[in-house]
């Protein structure tokens, strides 16, 4: 596609669910971000996948968060048994090839835990 | 700590005004500074890159800068228009090539 796209756009879960949050990079991008903007607050690193290298998890808020990346392409960022503190816009980016390049963002998916 | 700040928080300027954004970072070794818009409800957009080795980038009215050693970039705006009202982020590599570090972003609005 032209840009990156992520699914769904809007997510509303009760509190206790696990959810799924999907990202689609720009075709060719080897690497990919996973960000969360809270609201009032700056964006907040969460994962960075590179090609076949292990991902880089320093930013994952705690084990209820994991991420995958399959066939180094689409992305699937799980929240297990979600609290309301985990609502906020999750932003997935992609670039290149990654070792700082300029990052192109999807429109992120805003999830509201009840 | 690697922070990125940005002043102010909100701006509000009447149209064809020059305004200039700012952004401060705690470590001068960096990989690279960008600057992003973000609409309401919509994802990032990036504007400009600068790498290290640069000193400014532009871009239409847009013009950035970075100082390094002042841990300073500034995003120039020439002749605003209403439709340049968005918030503007700064993110900065702190050399780990991994993830940019952003600031929590100047709300910026143009005055019709």
């Known amino acids: 596609g032209a840009g990156v796209s992520q699914s769904p756009s809007n997510k509303v879960t009760e509190k206790g669910k696990d959810v799924e949050l999907r990202c689609d990079p720009i075709s060719g991008h080897t690497a990919l971000y996973w960000y969360r903007q809270s609201l009032g607050q700056g964006l907040e690193f969460l994962i960075y996948f590179q090609g076949n290298s292990a991902p880089d998890k320093s930013g994952l808020p705690s084990d209820r968060f994991s991420a995958e990346r399959t066939g180094g392409s689409v992305s699937t960022l799980t929240i297990q048994r979600t609290q309301q503190e985990d609502s906020a816009v999750y932003l997935c980016a992609s670039s290149p090839s990654g070792g700082s390049e300029e990052q192109f963002f999807g429109p992120g998916t805003r999830l509201t835990v009840l | 700590k690697q922070e990125v700040t940005q002043i102010p928080a909100a701006l509000s300027v009447p149209e064809g005004e020059n305004l200039v954004l700012n952004c401060s970072f705690t470590?001068?070794?960096?990989?690279?500074l960008q600057w992003f818009r973000q609409d309401p409800g919509k994802g990032l957009t990036s504007l400009l890159l600068i790498q290290s080795s640069q000193r400014e980038q532009t871009s239409g009215r847009l013009n950035a800068s970075l100082d390094k050693s002042s841990g300073r970039s500034t995003l120039y705006i020439a002749a605003s228009q209403p439709g340049d009202s968005a918030t503007y982020l700064c993110a900065v590599d702190f050399n780990t090539g991994n993830q940019f570090y952003f600031g929590t972003g100047t709300s910026l609005t143009v005055i019709p």
């Open positions: 470590d001068s070794a960096i990989y690279n």
